[in-house]
């Protein structure tokens, strides 16, 4: 017979099991609350959906709300992430484009992120952290922006207008890979990708040719 595990002994093995129930409802949440709804999610559906009673929600989380503002807030810096940790020298288009594919990728590995941080019906579920979060991500991205504006890269005009404009059309790209309609690698996403990039860099004109002026009599330059 062998003996029983002490408790020390026994505490990383309920830890494990902890972790990875909480990582069941986090993921039966996510699916649920990015595809039913936040009202129409409800505590026993995310039970079911992850395997545990209803109670063990709330050994987790004090709430459904606080879980989706948790699950929000992680969605938010995997988002942010790849944005802070660019070096700042590279030229703004390159760090757009490296941001917009990481994004893309992101979106067909892990489509219920996107409509969870992007989709504006949840907005009003989100505690001050989770606004916060928000933030951050909108701030860093108009930083990015204003960096080529400043370095003769993107329009003239304001910061947050062309970040609003460069996020729409790479919202277009990414809602079409998590809808499962492009896959990440598509030629339509790198398009769209270009589209967004073209719609806010700075169009510097061709250099003027040097006009030549006929005599109107003799018809020789002068």
């Not at 999610?41 to 879980?67: C, M, N, Q, W």
């Amino acid at each position: 017979m062998n003996p029983p595990d002490s408790p020390a002994r026994d505490a990383p093995r309920r830890s494990r099991s902890s972790s990875q129930t909480r990582d069941r409802l986090v993921r039966a949440a996510l699916e649920l609350f990015t595809t039913r709804g936040y009202h129409e999610t409800t505590t026993p559906l995310i039970a079911t959906r992850a395997g545990v009673a209803e109670g063990t929600i709330y050994r987790h989380f004090p709430s459904k709300e606080d879980l989706l503002n948790e699950i929000f807030r992680a969605a938010v810096r995997a988002f942010l992430e790849p944005l802070k940790t660019m070096d700042p020298a590279r030229p703004c288009r390159e760090r757009l484009d490296a941001l917009a594919t990481r994004w893309t990728t992101m979106a067909g590995r892990e489509p219920a992120l996107v409509k969870l941080v992007f989709d504006p019906t949840f907005a009003r579920f989100l505690d001050e952290r989770s606004r916060a979060a928000q933030r951050d991500l909108r701030t860093h991205l108009e930083q990015t922006v204003a960096a080529g504006k400043a370095a003769g890269d993107v329009r003239l005009g304001g910061a947050d207008l062309w970040t609003d404009v460069w996020l729409r059309l790479v919202l277009l790209g990414l809602e079409r890979v998590a809808g499962g309609q492009w896959q990440p690698g598509d030629a339509a996403a790198a398009q769209v990708r270009q589209a967004a990039w073209d719609a806010i860099r700075l169009d510097v004109p061709a250099p003027a040719q040097a006009a030549t002026i006929h005599n109107p009599v003799s018809g020789d330059a002068p």
